[in-house]
């Protein structure tokens, strides 16, 4: 299976917050060496444990998010495990690290050092604030990320804490941001000769998935607040997560030329099934704006479409959202992505073979891609890596023979 990164090596010494950077460049073809250090990464003592054994090499969460690479064991703290590093970067293309900035210069192996032995080498660096500036400095994780980006502010109950994502989002947003980076670097490689240091700041990441609370500020001078499912307008709160049979679906009572066609729509439905009274079926929808909505006005539409939704399943109003043009989606759990026949007849999941372990079904191809040469294609190359599975094969091309690893291994430098 060839890929639009066929060639392309990366040295991948990410720790979590840049694990799904590594996996997005090995599925678009890069080989891809995850580097680790001889008591492997942290999140493999993490559960939950496939077969619920506590293994290393059974961690749910590092068997996702570390496909498609190779693995070696190497200490790069230490004088020789660094210059075995050093020697890898001169056949690489790519390193990529979450270190704390300044780490890696007092290692030895900074941008500074890397340019210098490699100038066409691109390295990547994704920390919570960048390398530079007033927070560079200070640490951070993915709740300070999206506590600081806004996106916390606006997520949650009004009368309740906020609530963030149950899973790191702010490393995956950050992650896609990394991994696009690179590929751009690469592009301007091939046209200048030098590669770049790419520098990706989690928080800065995170700003985009506001979706507009943040652009709006400029025009109306709101900052957002929690409402949890409800959209806030200047005389009413509308819903905009509604309950349905089996779930909740996604609908807005929001008019103007985009929206307006799926509220005629969607009042046409609910007359099809005698759930539209005659008031709503009178309601002029060119003229309706629902910024001018009274509260009262807003409560009176909801309980229409409230109980047509409360009689319908996710699956009944989905399929009628894409017969009609609805601007209506479910909001799937893993159930309901699980049982997606979309999904199934993109042939989205795969099954990947665990040498040793057995089989796991993972997402696969998040796109289809073609190359000039043809038949690239994007999807996981190889199953997660065993701790040090790959050491010898990859330090033999830098002239380490079996022995010299034995030695190596001895002393605790891989």
């Known amino acids: 299976m060839s890929g639009n990164l066929d060639g392309v090596r990366v040295l991948d010494l990410a720790g979590e917050p840049g694990h799904f950077a590594a996996k997005l460049l090995g599925d678009l073809g890069a080989d891809v060496v995850k580097v680790e250090h001889p008591a492997g990464d942290p999140v493999r003592h993490r559960g939950p444990f496939w077969g619920h054994a506590d293994d290393a090499e059974r961690s749910l969460v590092w068997l996702a998010y570390n496909t498609s690479k190779r693995g070696i064991t190497l200490d790069v703290t230490t004088p020789r495990g ?15 690290e979450t270190e704390a900035p300044g780490t890696m210069a007092v290692r030895g192996l900074g941008w500074d050092a890397l340019h210098a032995r490699h100038p066409r080498l691109v390295m990547c660096s994704l920390t919570p604030w960048g ?44 992650s896609i941001e990394a991994a696009l980076a690179v590929t751009f670097a690469l592009v301007a490689r091939e046209r200048t000769g030098r590669g770049q240091h790419v520098d990706v700041a989690m928080q800065a990441a995170m700003i985009m998935p506001n979706m507009a609370t943040a652009s709006m500020f400029k025009m109306n001078g709101s900052r957002g607040s929690r409402a949890g499912a409800f959209f806030r307008q200047p005389k009413s709160e509308q819903r905009e997560i509604w309950p349905c049979k089996d779930g909740f679906v996604s609908f807005a009572l929001r008019g103007g030329p985009a929206r307006m066609p799926g509220l005629v729509a969607m009042v046409k439905l609910m007359d099809e099934h005698g759930m539209a009274s005659a008031a709503l079926k009178a309601t002029d929808w060119k003229t309706y704006n629902h910024n001018l909505l009274t509260q009262a006005e807003v409560d009176a539409l909801s309980a229409e479409f409230g109980a047509f939704f409360l009689s319908k399943t996710m699956t009944e ?16 759990t893993a159930r309901e992505i699980d049982a997606s026949e979309q999904l199934a007849s993109r042939e989205f999941f795969v099954e990947v073979d665990n040498p040793g372990r057995g089989r796991l079904r993972y997402p696969g191809s998040f796109a289809k891609t073609t190359s000039a040469s043809g038949g690239a294609a994007v999807g996981i ?26 030695e190596l291994r001895a002393a605790g430098v891989c």
């Open 381 to 406: 190359r190889r199953p997660a890596p065993r701790l040090g599975e790959h050491t010898r094969d990859v330090l033999a091309e830098i002239g380490v023979t079996e022995a010299m690893v034995v």
């Open 131 to 174: 390398q530079t500036g007033p927070y560079a400095g200070w640490r951070g994780s993915d709740l300070t990320a999206i506590a600081t980006s806004g996106n916390l502010h606006c997520t949650g109950d009004p009368d309740r804490a906020p609530v963030r994502c149950s899973l790191p989002v702010a490393y995956y947003h950050a």
């Open 317 to 332: 109003l989905f399929r009628a959202a894409v017969e009609r043009n609805l601007m209506l989606a479910p909001a799937n």
């Open 82 to 96: 660094r210059d075995l590093f050093l020697a890898l970067a001169e056949r690489a293309d790519v390193v990529l």
